[in-house]
């Protein structure tokens, strides 16, 4: 943030001593806190003078009904970028994260929806996160489980322990043992592949299979109907979140009008949804307050990490009011980011 490089190291340590007393207290902070909490060694009236100048340039907020000032986003973002010493994790809350997640081979579903409730608790924020994107996972069976006359159920078991179903209708004459044989065909011949190149292949993979008019009739089913067949990248399931709980509690959601936009963030999950995808395979991620692209967004600020193995990404990380202590939650997000990343296998 190069604007605030050129703040004077006064300014730098007046502009710290604000931010972290607002994020402890969530009061306006006045001179005489700040002159106590910069050690700069000069009069509550100098500092008051410099934190006038931080507000003219758009660092502090100057409450109608308070002598105290607040950070704006870009004081946060000069904090971040500059000011901040990261806190690691302490030894217990690293305990609680390795207690409180799945052991290597647990389904990534349940790690990643663990890892969010606990994240938010340690951060008192919502812990929220996204499953990994499917294109790239590997099949590693395939279950056809007829459960009427006409409709077949498909059961995806994916590495790492992802597990999704949908129904495929077929012709009704199409008889059980034919279900059977096709499915071992479909898992010779598929299995140990991704979704992507199924999608790309499958014509290819099948042209010989299916001995018998029924069992040809159920492949070229599958072949016609590859796209939606092998594209699991539809419906929500993907975003996990936290309980809001947490976040509810904090001062900043005491009117019901931050209230109700914390709840429909939370239930209809269409925004979160949309942004968190965007950040696979981005690493560590800060956007706060009006960084986000989304009005509705402009209030809070979003922490996130992406996690990677093989062919696996998705992001962890946390939702709350730009008012969040960055040092310790950061770095409990990307630890959190690491130990995801160990237990998928």
């Given at each position: 943030?190069?604007?605030?490089?050129?703040?004077?190291?006064?300014?730098?340590?007046?502009?710290?001593?604000?931010?972290?007393?607002?994020?402890?207290?969530?009061?306006?902070?006045?001179?005489?806190?700040?002159?106590?909490?910069?050690?700069?060694?000069?009069?509550?009236?100098?500092?008051?003078?410099?934190?006038?100048?931080?507000?003219?340039?758009?660092?502090?907020?100057?409450?109608?009904?308070?002598?105290?000032?607040?950070?704006?986003?870009?004081?946060?973002?000069?904090?971040?970028?500059?000011?901040?010493?990261?806190?690691?994790?302490?030894?217990?809350?690293?305990?609680?994260?390795?207690?409180?997640?799945?052991?290597?081979?647990?389904?990534?579903?349940?790690?990643?929806?663990?890892?969010?409730?606990?994240?938010?608790?340690?951060?008192?924020?919502?812990?929220?996160?996204?499953?990994?994107?499917?294109?790239?996972?590997?099949?590693?069976?395939?279950?056809?489980?007829?459960?009427?006359?006409?409709?077949?159920?498909?059961?995806?078991?994916?590495?790492?322990?992802?597990?999704?179903?949908?129904?495929?209708?077929?012709?009704?004459?199409?008889?059980?043992?034919?279900?059977?044989?096709?499915?071992?065909?479909?898992?010779?011949?598929?299995?140990?592949?991704?979704?992507?190149a199924i999608r790309k292949s499958?014509?290819?993979?099948?042209?010989?299979?299916?001995?018998?008019p029924e069992g040809r009739e159920?492949?070229?089913?599958?072949?016609?109907?590859?796209?939606?067949?092998?594209?699991?990248?539809?419906?929500?399931?993907?975003?996990?979140?936290?309980?809001?709980?947490?976040?509810?509690?904090?001062?900043?959601?005491?009117?019901?009008?931050?209230?109700?936009?914390?709840?429909?963030?939370?239930?209809?999950?269409?925004?979160?949804?949309?942004?968190?995808?965007?950040?696979?395979?981005?690493?560590?991620?800060?956007?706060?307050?009006?960084?986000?692209?989304?009005?509705?967004?402009?209030?809070?600020?979003?922490?996130?990490?992406?996690?990677?193995?093989?062919?696996?990404?998705?992001?962890?990380?946390?939702?709350?009011?730009?008012?969040?202590?960055?040092?310790?939650?950061?770095?409990?997000?990307?630890?959190?980011?690491?130990?995801?990343?160990?237990?998928?296998?």
């Amino acid at each position: 943030m190069k604007d605030a490089e050129s703040l004077t190291d006064r300014q730098l340590r007046v502009l710290a001593a604000v931010i972290e007393a607002y994020i402890e207290t969530a009061e306006p902070t006045g001179s005489r806190t700040v002159a106590v909490r910069s050690r700069l060694g000069v009069s509550p009236a100098t500092i008051r003078s410099t934190m006038n100048d931080l507000e003219r340039k758009g660092y502090l907020f100057h409450p109608h009904t308070s002598a105290g000032r607040i950070p704006t986003d870009r004081a946060y973002r000069a904090y971040v970028d500059l000011l901040m010493r990261l806190s690691p994790p302490s030894m217990a809350e690293r305990e609680a994260l390795s207690q409180e997640l799945p052991g290597t081979g647990g389904a990534v579903e349940e790690v990643l929806h663990r890892a969010a409730q606990v994240l938010g608790v340690l951060t008192q924020e919502l812990g929220v996160g996204v499953a990994p994107a499917l294109d790239e996972i590997v099949l590693e069976r395939l279950e056809l489980v007829r459960v009427a006359s006409d409709r077949l159920l498909l059961v995806f078991n994916l590495e790492s322990g992802v597990l999704r179903t949908i129904f495929v209708q077929i012709p009704g004459a199409i008889a059980s043992e034919v279900v059977h044989q096709v499915a071992q065909v479909l898992n010779e011949r598929l299995a140990g592949s991704t979704l992507k190149a199924i999608r790309k292949s499958l014509a290819q993979r099948l042209r010989d299979a299916g001995h018998t008019p029924e069992g040809r009739e159920l492949m070229n089913i599958f072949i016609a109907e590859r796209e939606d067949i092998f594209d699991l990248s539809g419906g929500g399931e993907d975003i996990v979140l936290g309980s809001a709980q947490m976040l509810a509690d904090q001062p900043e959601f005491a009117s019901n009008a931050r209230m109700r936009g914390l709840l429909d963030l939370t239930e209809r999950r269409d925004l979160l949804k949309e942004v968190l995808r965007d950040r696979r395979r981005a690493g560590l991620s800060i956007t706060i307050g009006g960084e986000n692209l989304d009005s509705r967004l402009s209030d809070f600020t979003l922490v996130t990490a992406s996690y990677e193995r093989g062919g696996l990404s998705g992001v962890i990380g946390v939702l709350g009011p730009t008012r969040m202590p960055y040092d310790k939650i950061i770095g409990l997000v990307e630890h959190t980011s690491r130990l995801i990343e160990g237990l998928l296998t």
